[in-house]
């Protein structure tokens, strides 16, 4: 049984930092893109960034308000993603899942954790 296991979420003050973790088992995910989403109360799950399946390439999402600057994704092995959070801010504020994929746009998972919170306070 494929599962993705994320951990680390918790309450941090505006500024601070947070690390993310997620352990994929099940299978081998060596040939898996994995990356993070997140989905704040009331809008939709947002692609936030990923990582190729060697960990050599990495994607950040590119909207307003981006994390890119704040946020560093890195891959130790094949089944173990981070997400390094830091200068957080309250809309930063959701829950965070980890997806693996095929393809490095991850523009439908294959798989998916079940969530992690992330609360920032002002």
């Known amino acids: 049984q494929v599962q993705l296991v994320e951990s680390g979420g918790g309450l941090v003050q505006a500024g601070g930092s947070l690390r993310l973790s997620c352990a994929a088992s099940g299978r081998t995910f060596s040939s898996y893109a994995m990356g993070w989403f997140r989905q704040a109360p009331g809008k939709e799950r947002e692609f936030v960034a990923a990582t190729s399946w060697s960990g050599g390439s990495t994607y950040y999402a590119d909207y307003a308000d981006s994390v890119k600057g704040r946020f560093t994704i890195s891959r130790v092995n094949a089944e173990t993603v981070y997400l390094q959070m830091n200068s957080l801010k309250p809309e930063d504020t959701a829950v965070y899942y980890c997806?693996?994929?095929?393809?490095?746009?991850?523009?439908?998972?294959?798989?998916w954790g079940q969530g992690t919170q992330v609360t920032v306070s002002s």
């Open positions: 997806a693996a994929d095929l393809v490095r746009t991850m523009t439908s998972p294959m798989y």
